[in-house]
């Protein structure tokens, strides 16, 4: 089973994916962007520009992260369970600027249509991304600011919404607010 972990920075996932850890120990952990040796330099050039970087060129380079991503974790590991920081529903989150559509045809070839059976979306609101965000470091992406993340939660939802009606997924949305213990709760649940 393919699992993936959604929502914007400072929500919880990377809390929530070390406590599954410890519960499920057989399981294949990853990361998109950055879950292979392509993805870490491409993830690098993108978080840390030294020159512009077109909307077009930006999303070529994360649909290639991720078609690497599918062919070296993804589809190596498929009859494993596989719990994933983030997927190709963040970069169609985040590449807002192209149709949904468009992006859904890209990232299924990307993807060769290697699709997560499950979704866990945490959900944040403004007081708490902005105090998370205040205790970090920020790369250029964070460095957009507040109004930015709340734009994208709400690309991210809308984008699940879109995807229920193209492909069977279970989608399970959380309030980040909640401690981190019944969340974990709640999403091993899920998971059973």
Do not use: W
Not at 14 to 31: N, R
Not at 79 to 90: A, M, T
């Amino acid at each position: 089973m393919y699992v993936v972990f959604e929502g914007v920075d400072c929500v919880g996932k990377s809390t929530q994916i070390s406590l599954l850890k410890e519960c499920f120990k057989e399981a294949v952990f990853t990361a998109e962007p950055g879950g292979t040796e392509l993805g870490k330099h491409l993830r690098e050039i993108l978080l840390n520009k030294t020159h512009p970087i077109s909307k077009r060129a930006e999303l070529l380079l994360f649909l290639a992260d991720r078609a690497q991503h599918c062919e070296e974790i993804l589809k190596t590991n498929q009859n494993k369970l596989i719990i994933s920081d983030r997927s190709f529903i963040s970069g169609m989150a985040y590449a807002k600027d192209f149709e949904n559509d468009l992006l859904f045809a890209l990232n299924s070839f990307a993807l060769e249509n290697f699709f997560p059976q499950k979704i866990i979306f945490l959900k944040g609101d403004a007081s708490l991304i902005q105090e998370r965000l205040s205790q970090k470091e920020l790369d250029s992406i964070e460095k957009r600011g507040i109004e930015y993340f709340l734009s994208v939660q709400d690309k991210l939802e809308k984008v699940l919404h879109f995807l229920k009606e193209k492909i069977f997924i279970e989608i399970l949305t959380l309030d980040a607010k909640g401690s981190k213990e019944k969340l974990h709760q709640q999403i091993k649940e899920f998971l059973q």
